[in-house]
């Protein structure tokens, strides 16, 4: 008689955990930057198509790293969820936190779960005050874990190396333009040289309280987004950087199924 399969719980927990973060780290890196009229999410995203940043509500921003069809049914969820609340209740009692408890209430439940994969995803949950000490930035890990951030956080790709730029040359309190090309610098910033993003692969979003409209979420391209960028060196391409750390398909994006 043959003996039954047995793996331990900190043997099975550390491999859904190492699965996890394999397929995060393949993502590009997404960037939120508190500036001082907002918060600024800015991601390398050569679609047009697949949004990393979204909008929840009125006051809520959304972005994520990973797996693409997987934070898009917890985008869906989290606009579901907000919509009901604000019906039912008060526009008001939607909010950033309640979210974030809500997505890590679920991605928790997933990863402690045996009967299916742990999501490959992280996720930012932003929310903006009528000044910037009200601002509110939640990181969400693949393990359901909520990080209060400030100032400027990262996820997925080269986070480490991407933050580290970041601390030693954020400042609070920054306008609009300045935030946005340190965050792009640092997207292209690497170990080994620095590239220049091209505008047409960015995706830049905000939540911009000084709008005067309900709605806060605001994507920036096109002539307006060159504008805020200023002048900068030849654009470097992902697809043609020597030092691209995954020159597979990104994880962020669905496979393209072959002609025919």
Do not use: C, W
Not at 79 to 84: E, G, P
Not at 142 to 151: I, L, R, S, W
Request: zero cysteines; aromatic letters at 8%.
């Amino acid at each position: 008689m043959s003996m039954p399969f047995y793996v331990s719980p900190e043997q099975l927990m550390k491999d859904r955990a190492d699965f996890a973060r394999k397929g995060i780290g393949r993502g590009r890196s997404v960037v939120a930057v508190q500036y001082a009229d907002g918060v600024l999410f800015a991601s390398e995203n050569p679609s047009q198509a697949l949004h990393k940043v979204s909008e929840i509500y009125d006051r809520i921003a959304f972005a994520a790293v990973g797996r693409y069809n997987e934070f898009e049914n917890l985008r869906i969820a989290g606009v579901r969820l907000a919509d009901m609340r604000g019906y039912a209740y008060d526009r008001r009692d939607v909010t950033g936190r309640g979210l974030a408890n809500a997505y890590a209430q679920t991605l928790g439940t997933i990863f402690s779960s045996g009967g299916e994969k742990p999501y490959e995803v992280e996720l930012f949950v932003a929310e903006i005050g009528d000044v910037a000490e009200d601002d509110q930035l939640y990181r969400l890990t693949y393990d359901g874990q909520v990080a209060d951030e400030h100032g400027y956080a990262v996820m997925g790709g080269a986070a480490d190396v991407v933050a580290t730029y970041l601390a030693e040359r954020y400042q609070p309190g920054q306008p609009l333009a300045e935030s946005l090309r340190l965050a792009v610098a640092a997207l292209g910033h690497a170990e080994s040289e620095d590239r220049v993003i091209p505008a047409e692969d960015l995706e830049v979003a905000v939540l911009d309280r000084s709008r005067s409209q309900p709605r806060k979420f605001a994507r920036i391209r096109g002539s307006r987004l060159e504008q805020l960028l200023g002048a900068r060196g030849p654009a470097t391409p992902a697809e043609h950087a020597e030092h691209a750390e995954y020159p597979g398909p990104d994880a962020d994006e669905p496979p393209v199924a072959p002609p025919g």
